[in-house]
């Protein structure tokens, strides 16, 4: 399984718009069929540049799904976000490979 992380530090003059943003933003990602789990967290280190950070990752099927999903939907959703926002977030993505997953179990 493949988590694609998007890393998005956000001016804090227009945090709140986009924070409402991406709560739809979120499910029309997960809309393309491509992922079957989204977490959005906030990152707790402060940044020097300032603003807020935070991490969207998406859980894909196979990275066959997340090969699909840049070609026919990544640069659509993409640029929803850049016309909104421009010169006010700062994005980067990652590309996380699960090689074993561990809980613990309450009695």
């Not at 003059?13 to 959005?40: R, Y």
């Not at 807020?52 to 976000?81: C, F, H, M, N």
């Amino acid at each position: 399984m493949i988590i694609y992380n998007v890393t998005v530090n956000i001016d804090e003059s227009i945090h709140d718009e986009w924070l409402q943003w991406i709560k739809e933003h979120i499910p029309q990602v997960l809309g393309t069929g491509k992922f079957d789990k989204a977490t959005l967290s906030r990152v707790l280190v402060e940044e020097d540049m300032g603003g807020v950070t935070y991490s969207i990752q998406y859980r894909s099927y196979s990275r066959e799904a997340l090969d699909t999903y840049y070609r026919e939907d990544a640069e659509r959703l993409r640029t929803d976000g850049l016309k909104k926002f421009a010169d006010k977030m700062l994005a980067f993505r990652t590309e996380l490979e699960i090689i074993d997953e561990y809980s613990v179990e309450f009695k």
